[in-house]
């Protein structure tokens, strides 16, 4: 099966500037996952959607973040205006089921790098 | 607040001898555990999982032991190959949250030599 697709795959802007990511799941995941990654640290959720609607952003920086997975399936990622401190891989994740028991395997993509100047 | 630690940023080991991975845990609500493996330019993969109620899964060259009294779990490798210089992370999942998300260590490299 194909995996997760991400675009694009590096970004470079200077800081204040927009900039947009672009995830497509693995078809049938109905849950997907927005991870940024920050150098030297693990991968940190900033928002989680189950179908088209948000389960989880209670990490998002909502006054320049927003995410949107309109008809459930691609997702976009945005960061207007960037700051600095906005550099890292933006990691889109996605899994068969975000309910129930048993461990919750995520599909990740490559990531989307960013660097803020 | 990270409650999922990887005390160790790197770790250096020869090839066909054992790699110990080690990870500890503060939130004892954590019911899942999993390690993920990445190597550069590429996303986290799967690697192996352990529920809360066991203290020992095992797949091939990789075992995990989880010790819930110590909040403690530990990924050994072996024997340790090349490819399996990678980045390690240890992620949690909550019992309390029905959705699944994953909390991650920030990670260990690993790097096997000849």
């Known amino acids: 099966e194909a995996g997760v697709a991400q675009s694009p795959r590096y970004k470079i802007i200077e800081k204040r500037q927009s900039v947009a990511f672009w995830c497509n799941p693995i078809s049938g995941h109905a849950t997907l996952y927005w991870y940024q990654q920050i150098l030297g640290q693990g991968p940190k959720l900033l928002i989680q959607f189950q179908n088209n609607g948000v389960v989880d952003d209670s990490q998002l920086p909502k006054d320049r973040f927003s995410a949107e997975r309109l008809k459930g399936v691609d997702s976009t990622l945005k960061i207007q205006p960037a700051k600095l401190e906005d550099s890292a891989v933006y990691l889109c994740?996605?899994?068969?089921?975000?309910?129930?028991?048993?461990?919750?395997?995520?599909?990740f993509g490559a990531g989307s790098r960013l660097t803020v100047l | 607040d990270q409650q999922v630690k990887q005390n160790s940023p790197s770790l250096s080991v020869q090839e066909g001898r054992i790699s110990i991975l080690n990870c500890d845990y503060t939130?004892?609500?954590?019911?899942?555990f999993l390690w993920y493996k990445k190597y550069p330019a590429e996303g986290p993969t799967f690697l192996i999982s352990i529920s809360s109620i066991k203290d020992k899964n095992e797949d091939g060259r990789f075992t995990v032991f989880l010790n819930k009294s110590a909040k403690h779990l530990s990924l050994h490798i072996v024997p340790s190959q090349p490819g399996d210089s990678a980045v390690y992370f240890c992620a949690a999942r909550e019992t309390t949250d029905s959705w699944g998300k994953l909390q991650f260590g920030a990670g260990t490299q690993v790097v096997v030599t000849p």
């Open positions: 994740a996605s899994s068969l089921v975000g309910l129930g028991t048993g461990a919750n395997v995520l599909t």
């Open positions: 939130n004892s609500m954590f019911d899942y």
